[in-house]
């Protein structure tokens, strides 16, 4: 499989969107959509590792989406937990960021608020989970000032991002991890999160291929 490309990306961050619009596509309330986005994050993990690409954030939850109906937000809440549990104890080391100090954060992933390794530790998978920029890049002026910016907040363990792939057909970033995304390539997917296929990953996977990677240099 890694010889079907000559140059990967040393971290993707995933944009899974569309939940909501694929369950009312299928005649379900728009909580459904969220349970059935959980097997396609488990195997873009497990292509990930085949392919051996070192670390990969996925975006669960933003402040902002706390705002939704109280059955949609258990909803996605829920299914952060059961992503995080399905790849604890495998080959991964797993932090999960964002505003754990708030009430909409799951308890459950209390844990993985440090980087938690399991199994040999072949690949970084990080969660946002009750994300928000201006919390990320507010964290430092709460905790003491750092040499740089990007020392000071909250998702500093998390490095520069080379490629963002958005499912859903939606072209913003909507706050995703604004300082490690600076000089990220962005590719979209037209397709609904629940219906990814490994085909439009592969492809996505291409086209990075074809990108001039400067770095502003």
Known sequence: ????FKRLPKHIGIIP???RRWAQLHNL???AGYDYGIKPGFTLYETCLELGIPEVTFYG???DNTKRPAVQKQAFQKACVDAVNIL???DASLLV???SASPQFPK?????TSRQTFGRDLIKINFLVNYSWKWDLSYGLNNGPAQDLHESIASKDISRIDLIIRWGGRRRLSG??????IYADFYIVDELWPDFQLDQFYEALRWYETQDITLGG
């Open 1 to 4: 499989m890694i010889s079907k």
């Open 17 to 19: 969107d569309g939940n």
């Open 29 to 31: 309330p728009k909580h």
């Open 61 to 63: 939850f933003t402040q």
């Open 88 to 90: 604890a104890n495998r």
């Open 97 to 99: 960021i964002g505003n």
């Open 108 to 112: 459950e992933l209390l844990p993985f």
């Open 176 to 181: 995703f991890l604004p300082v490690q995304s």
